[in-house]
């Protein structure tokens, strides 16, 4: 009769200490307020866009894309696909010499043409938002792109 309470006492003792971490798991899940992370609009997050603003935007950006895909070749579509599914989830990274890897449409070798229609749609894009602006939205937007640029022309004192 002791034994089996020894043994049955033993076995609750061993259960009990391997249930412990996924409870305590679980209460650390349950504390944590949820996260959502915020839609990555780059500057325009600061501009205090409308919620018009911001769906038109958003068309803005969907069409130029759908632009940019129908001038791709079958193959570039399937690079850039698998590209997508490659990167989904990894953080950002750099190479070496802190420049960021080839990514998106940079990786598809266009030729000229392709790059020419490109940077039609872009600067056909950032004519269309910026008519969307309000004067005071544009000037943020400006001094938030002249901040970039001299970032980037700044060498990396970190280095």
Known sequence: MKLKSLSLIAAAIALSLSATPFVVNAQKISQTPTQVK???N???ERLGLSEEQKTKIQEIHRN?????????????????QAAKQERQGQPRQQTPQGQRPKRGFASLNLTEEQKTKMREIRESEKNQIQAILTPEQQQQLKQFQDNMRSRRQRP????
């Open 38 to 40: 915020p839609a990555r």
């Open 42 to 44: 780059g500057p325009f």
């Open 64 to 80: 130029s894309r759908a632009q940019m895909e129908a001038i791709l070749t079958p193959e570039q579509k399937q690079q850039l």
């Open 156 to 159: 990396n004192s970190s280095n």
